[in-house]
């Protein structure tokens, strides 16, 4: 199977897009969490959660770089039913000046009994998302690392990192014990992996329905992906990271967001600049991450002493 498409952007931006995995879940929406198993300068393998048909599904892929011809090739390891194997490359050519033709081969094999159309089906809708996701943030016109944004809190907290990751878990909690938190539904119906729709107020005022994919990994980690974003954003993804420190509890809260600029100035003011949309962002979701934290804290102190 193949796809192509045609974006108004430089073969050289559009090729270190799709190059780096790691900024995937925050610009193709398919995309849950990436985690590298191997990094080398030309090569490299990782396993991937994506959501396909509706399911989370996680595979471990290889991938061959060249920079030279822009072009990658990828193979999976090991794949899930009812795919049995899946491979196929990343080709990206310079048509005019400016102007690049980006085409995402496909071939893979089904299990036995497997129905081929509904692979080719997903395959088709994930391909196409993926094209179109590609060329919004190539063509915005500013520089990936503007609007591709990350950054993180480490904070100590009085109690243990098994607590604070219970509370992390635990998110139906929430709406009882975090202000910014109005209304939680939380699903689980693959171990480790949630579901979690969310309504929040920001500081200033503004409300929001997110919902997101949540991968929670042997009590200390949880990776997140924003099916929902807000407005502002075109995709936020992150990370709870918790270990026991000689203090207490040691928590990294990591985000990655990919800022829709023309909606930053729709809801900051006509003024605003990317430098602007990053600050306040970095500000805001930061301030719900350590209040969050905050709020754990408050929570083992009241189990601990319900009176």
């Known amino acids: 199977m193949s796809h192509s498409r045609v974006v108004q952007a430089p073969p050289e931006v559009v090729y270190a897009l799709v190059a780096d995995v790691t900024k995937w879940p925050v610009i193709f929406a398919p995309s849950v969490l990436v985690r590298h198993l191997h990094r080398g300068p030309d090569e490299e393998r990782f396993r991937l959660w994506a959501t396909v048909n509706g399911e989370v599904k996680n595979w471990t892929s290889r991938r061959v770089l060249d920079a030279e011809q822009r072009r990658i ?5 090991r794949s899930q039913a009812p795919i049995a194997s899946m491979g196929g490359s990343w080709s990206i050519r310079e048509t005019d000046s400016g102007t690049t033709k980006v085409t995402l081969d496909h071939r893979f094999t089904v299990v036995d009994g497997a129905d081929r159309t509904v692979v080719a089906g997903a395959v088709d809708r994930n391909s196409e998302t993926e094209l179109a996701a590609l060329a919004r943030i190539a063509e915005l016109g500013h520089r990936v690392e503007e609007v591709v944004h990350t950054f993180e809190d ?5 109690i243990s990192a098994a607590e604070a990751y219970d509370f992390v878990y635990h998110s139906e909690r929430w709406p009882e014990h975090v202000p910014h938190v109005g209304r939680i539904e939380l699903t689980e119906d693959a171990e480790g992996v949630q579901l979690m729709e969310m309504d929040t107020v920001t500081e200033g005022g503004i409300p929001h329905t ?4 949540r991968v929670c990994s042997s009590d200390e980690r949880i990776d ?5 974003p ?14 026991d420190g000689p203090d207490g509890a040691v928590v990294t809260a990591r985000h990655t967001v990919a800022i829709n600029p ?6 900051l003011g006509a003024t605003t600049d990317l430098a602007d949309a990053r600050a306040y962002l970095t500000d805001a979701l930061s301030t719900n991450s ?3 934290l905050l709020c754990a804290v408050r929570y083992a102190e009241t ?5």
Request: glycine residues 4%.
């Open 73 to 77: 090739v990828f193979e999976q390891e």
């Open 154 to 158: 480490t904070v100590t907290l009085d």
């Open 210 to 213: 997110t919902k997101s994919v």
């Open 224 to 228: 997140y992906k924003q099916l929902l």
């Open 230 to 243: 807000p407005t502002m954003l075109f995709g936020h993804s992150g990370a709870w990271e918790f270990t």
């Open 262 to 267: 023309v909606a930053a100035r729709e809801i």
């Open 290 to 292: 350590r209040n969050t």
């Open 303 to 307: 189990v601990k002493s319900p009176t």
